[in-house]
């Protein structure tokens, strides 16, 4: 079972041990965001995707090695 985007970013940020304020600072967008997206309200933009990898990058889980496999196997890919 593929889980939705909330719970990727949900499972990505508790993995990386930062609240959701941390995460929408790391990502420039507002609290209320990460909490619409971690409650499956709406989803990140393109842009917003690649913010997310980008800061999974910067910290150390740039190859996704470290992130529970069902993480892993639904993470969007790069375009």
Do not use: Y
């Not at 508790?14 to 304020?21: A, K």
């Not at 190859?63 to 069902?70: G, T």
């Amino acid at each position: 079972m593929s889980e939705n985007p909330g719970n990727l970013i949900r499972s990505l940020r508790q993995r990386l041990g930062i609240t959701q304020e941390e995460f929408a600072h790391a990502v420039a967008v507002t609290v209320s965001t990460v909490n619409r997206w971690e409650n499956a309200h709406s989803e990140p933009s393109k842009l917003a995707w690649r913010a997310i990898q980008e800061l999974a990058s910067r910290r150390g889980l740039a190859d996704l090695a470290s992130l529970p496999s069902n993480v892993q196997s639904n993470w969007p890919q790069s375009q």
